[in-house]
């Protein structure tokens, strides 16, 4: 089964995969470390501050990759092997896990687990690890 999302509907699940998985050290556990670019992240920070909010990390990051940016995941312990992404991936690749996991963010009962495969999948385009 395949499911379809529109883009926002991507983000949301993408943007909570960041909050379950990686906020919480849930991927550090494989040896993987998410890393961006600081200016590109300093003003992203900026955008959502000028709007009124105080953003948390997961926030930043998001729009980071809607500023044109991108995150990497880089093996610190395996090896030389990293994984980018930008936006369209988000758009592109959430689809791409497992029906099951992203059923459980549609019916609101996600986990780390779930949110792991997502940002498995977004980024590595498979399940490599867990």
């Not at 900026?46 to 044109?68: A, F, N």
């Not at 549609?106 to 495969?117: K, L, N, R, W």
């Not at 999948?121 to 498979?126: I, K, L």
Request: aromatic residues 10%.
């Amino acid at each position: 089964m395949k499911i379809v999302l529109t883009p926002q509907e991507s983000e949301e699940i993408f943007f909570s995969s960041l909050c379950n998985a990686y906020a919480t050290g849930y991927m550090n556990s494989y040896g993987l470390e998410l890393r961006w670019h600081k200016e590109s992240y300093i003003q992203a920070k900026q955008r959502i501050e000028e709007r009124g909010k105080s953003p948390c990390v997961e926030e930043i990051l998001l729009e980071m990759l809607r500023g044109g940016g991108q995150l990497t995941f880089f093996d610190i312990e395996g090896g030389e092997e990293s994984w980018s992404i930008n936006l369209q991936d988000v758009h592109d690749k959430v689809c791409n896990a497992p029906a099951r996991n992203i059923l459980n963010f549609i019916e609101e009962q996600d986990d780390a687990e779930d949110a792991d495969v997502i940002l498995q999948t977004v980024f590595m385009g498979e399940i490599m690890f867990g």
